[in-house]
């Protein structure tokens, strides 16, 4: 693998970015402009119902950030003539065929000029619908797939996966592919086309049924965990995502495809600025929780190493941190920052840029090998920036935080859970019986809230104590050969986890960057 310049690999080039409104895409849409202002031209694909929407979409919640300040300094006054000259933005999906893609002249203007294709788009969610799921991160990435064999400039699609596509493995986890019909627990039968008609056939009998939107949303989410599981993964987010690698491997014919996998995403480590971040993301969620004054005990081993890059913490905590329930955590595995994610990114698809091979690329983009970090580092970091910067609550008054209880199984979190919350309701719906349903309204609240955590208890159970860690010697060679290469900019695109000094990160980059960007 030979390397030559990354500012001249992005000079004049057309890249489309999927996903265009999400976490990564904004960092990788500034990274380019910022870094190779002579890029030809950026198509931003967003779900919106037409061209003015996604232009609205475009403004809020991307050029609008304060992401984009630095940007906007270098610029000054031509910043806005230089997104419009050097962004377009697509109205799209690529849950449909040709992503959604709606104008016929913007559609064949892409595939003319296109030259690099990152599909950034997913649905994140680990209690998503399956329905969902399934068109988005699996069909999905097989209609980018096919819009990309379309394109006749084309010199690489990159795929951003998760490393959560493992399950529950322990051990190292190599950097290996899934082909079609490969399972996790060795179930034979995976067939992802017969997917696709069960989840058609199950929605054309609730909808035969007459069953509410409710109803089948709730069976639909069922569905997703229960395929899943049968076949090994945890949740339908993992397992969709599966699916979806093992689609574009079968499929690729001559594209040159590479395939990343973060692992849990932090803030930025450095550019465009140390600290930006945004949403209820993954580890942020637990600091979130912590901070507040909410988050009393953590399911964990305190030596479980703590590796920063992915998403699967967001939806339990922000639920558990709304209900004023103590949350929990699972054994954080993999950590890294987005603008190191970004540069991973950058510089494989430069590298695999005309590369028509059978073999693909895929690479863990993690610090568990590298630069591990336990969860009792983690904690300790927690506990002295809030106790040296206390959140002040709606009251005016500081948040004083206190060491969390850790709850080194899940036989001891489930005694925990008795007896702090179920047996607690238990009491409350016989008093609630005894006093002619005084206390229904309480009771039913209490019990609506409780079930709910519950059941995220339940999806989320397989990571608490994960013990698996990613390697990363395909990055680790990228990386090698960028750096003894002497016209690759590695200052620029830097994505060695090696530098990071996670004290010095967290006290000073990351915990204040989600107190500014994130608590409400």
Same mark, same amino acid.
């Given at each position: 693998?030979?390397?030559?310049?990354?500012?001249?690999? !992005?000079?004049?080039?057309?890249?489309?970015?999927?996903?265009?409104?999400?976490?990564?895409?904004?960092?990788?849409?500034?990274?380019?402009?910022?870094?190779?202002?002579?890029?030809?031209?950026?198509?931003?694909?967003?779900?919106?119902?037409?061209?003015?929407?996604?232009?609205?979409?475009?403004?809020?919640?991307?050029?609008?950030?304060?992401?984009?300040?630095?940007?906007?300094?270098?610029?000054?006054?031509?910043?806005?003539?230089?997104?419009?000259?050097?962004?377009?933005?697509?109205?799209?999906?690529?849950?449909? #065929?040709?992503?959604?893609?709606?104008?016929?002249?913007?559609?064949?203007?892409?595939?003319?000029?296109?030259?690099?294709?990152?599909?950034?788009?997913?649905?994140?969610?680990?209690?998503?619908?399956?329905?969902?799921?399934?068109?988005?991160?699996?069909?999905?990435?097989?209609?980018? !797939?096919?819009?990309?064999?379309?394109?006749?400039?084309?010199?690489?699609?990159?795929?951003?996966?998760?490393?959560?596509?493992?399950? #529950?493995?322990?051990?190292?986890?190599?950097? #290996?592919?899934?082909?079609?019909?490969?399972?996790?627990?060795?179930?034979?039968?995976?067939?992802?086309?017969?997917?696709?008609?069960?989840?058609?056939?199950?929605?054309?009998?609730?909808?035969?049924?007459?069953?509410?939107?409710?109803?089948i949303k709730l069976t639909m989410k069922d569905m997703g965990i229960e395929r899943a599981r049968m076949y090994g993964w945890p949740t339908v987010y993992v397992f969709t995502k599966a699916m979806g690698e093992m689609i574009l491997l079968h499929y690729k014919e001559d594209i040159p495809?590479?395939?990343?996998?973060?692992?849990?995403?932090?803030?930025?480590?450095?550019?465009?600025?140390?600290?930006?971040?945004?949403?209820?993301?993954?580890?942020?969620?637990?600091?979130?929780?912590?901070?507040?004054?909410?988050?009393?005990? !953590?399911?964990?081993?305190?030596?479980?190493?703590?590796?920063?890059?992915?998403?699967?913490?967001?939806?339990?905590?922000?639920?558990?941190?709304?209900?004023?329930?103590?949350?929990t955590i699972w054994e954080i595995d993999e950590q890294i920052p987005a603008d190191m994610v970004v540069n991973a990114i950058i510089v494989s698809m430069m590298a695999h840029a005309n590369q028509q091979s059978s073999e693909v690329p895929i690479y863990q983009v993690g610090s568990s090998?590298?630069?591990?970090?336990?969860?009792?580092?983690?904690?300790?970091?927690?506990?002295?920036?809030?106790?040296?910067?206390?959140?002040?609550?709606?009251?005016?008054?500081?948040?004083?935080?206190?060491?969390?209880?850790?709850?080194?199984?899940?036989?001891?979190?489930?005694?925990?859970?008795?007896?702090?919350?179920?047996?607690?309701?238990?009491?409350?719906?016989?008093?609630?019986?005894?006093?002619?349903?005084?206390?229904?309204?309480?009771?039913?609240?209490?019990?609506?809230?409780?079930?709910?955590?519950?059941?995220?208890?339940?999806?989320?159970?397989?990571?608490?104590?994960?013990?698996?860690?990613?390697?990363?010697?395909?990055?680790?060679?990228?990386?090698?050969?960028?750096?003894?290469?002497?016209?690759?900019?590695?200052?620029?695109?830097?994505?060695?986890?090696?530098?990071?000094?996670?004290?010095?990160?967290?006290?000073?980059?990351?915990?204040?960057?989600?107190?500014?960007?994130?608590?409400k």
């Amino acid at each position: 693998m030979e390397l030559g310049s990354i500012l001249q690999f !992005l000079d004049k080039k057309s890249i489309l970015v999927t996903g265009g409104a999400g976490f990564l895409a904004k960092i990788f849409v500034e990274k380019v402009l910022r870094s190779q202002p002579n890029v030809k031209k950026l198509y931003l694909l967003l779900r919106a119902p037409d061209s003015n929407s996604a232009n609205q979409r475009l403004q809020n919640e991307v050029i609008g950030k304060d992401l984009f300040g630095v940007l906007k300094q270098k610029m000054g006054a031509n910043f806005n003539s230089f997104i419009s000259e050097k962004v377009t933005v697509v109205a799209g999906d690529i849950a449909y #065929e040709n992503l959604g893609i709606k104008d016929p002249n913007l559609k064949e203007e892409i595939l003319r000029d296109i030259d690099v294709i990152v599909n950034l788009a997913a649905t994140v969610n680990f209690d998503e619908r399956y329905d969902v799921s399934l068109y988005l991160n699996t069909f999905g990435a097989k209609h980018v !797939l096919d819009f990309a064999k379309k394109c006749s400039s084309l010199k690489v699609l990159v795929q951003v996966s998760t490393a959560y596509v493992s399950g #529950e493995r322990a051990g190292l986890i190599l950097e #290996e592919p899934y082909h079609l019909g490969d399972t996790l627990n060795g179930t034979p039968g995976l067939d992802i086309e017969a997917e696709e008609r069960l989840v058609q056939q199950k929605l054309n009998e609730l909808r035969a049924e007459g069953a509410s939107e409710d109803k089948i949303k709730l069976t639909m989410k069922d569905m997703g965990i229960e395929r899943a599981r049968m076949y090994g993964w945890p949740t339908v987010y993992v397992f969709t995502k599966a699916m979806g690698e093992m689609i574009l491997l079968h499929y690729k014919e001559d594209i040159p495809l590479v395939i990343i996998r973060p692992t849990i995403i932090t803030s930025t480590y450095k550019e465009p600025f140390p600290g930006w971040t945004e949403g209820m993301r993954t580890i942020d969620s637990l600091l979130v929780g912590y901070g507040k004054g909410r988050l009393t005990f !953590l399911p964990s081993n305190p030596k479980s190493v703590a590796d920063v890059v992915s998403s699967c913490y967001r939806f339990f905590f922000s639920v558990c941190v709304e209900y004023a329930l103590p949350s929990t955590i699972w054994e954080i595995d993999e950590q890294i920052p987005a603008d190191m994610v970004v540069n991973a990114i950058i510089v494989s698809m430069m590298a695999h840029a005309n590369q028509q091979s059978s073999e693909v690329p895929i690479y863990q983009v993690g610090s568990s090998v590298r630069n591990p970090m336990t969860y009792t580092l983690l904690h300790e970091f927690a506990h002295r920036y809030f106790t040296k910067h206390p959140w002040i609550n709606k009251e005016g008054k500081p948040v004083i935080v206190g060491k969390v209880k850790v709850l080194g199984s899940m036989a001891s979190f489930r005694r925990y859970i008795s007896i702090y919350y179920l047996l607690p309701l238990k009491c409350l719906e016989l008093a609630n019986t005894a006093f002619c349903q005084y206390f229904r309204g309480m009771y039913s609240k209490l019990h609506r809230k409780i079930s709910f955590v519950l059941r995220l208890i339940d999806i989320y159970q397989p990571y608490w104590f994960f013990k698996g860690i990613y390697d990363d010697m395909n990055t680790e060679k990228l990386r090698i050969v960028a750096r003894e290469s002497e016209v690759v900019e590695m200052d620029m695109f830097y994505f060695d986890p090696k530098v990071i000094n996670w004290e010095d990160y967290f006290m000073n980059t990351h915990c204040p960057g989600i107190v500014k960007y994130i608590f409400k």
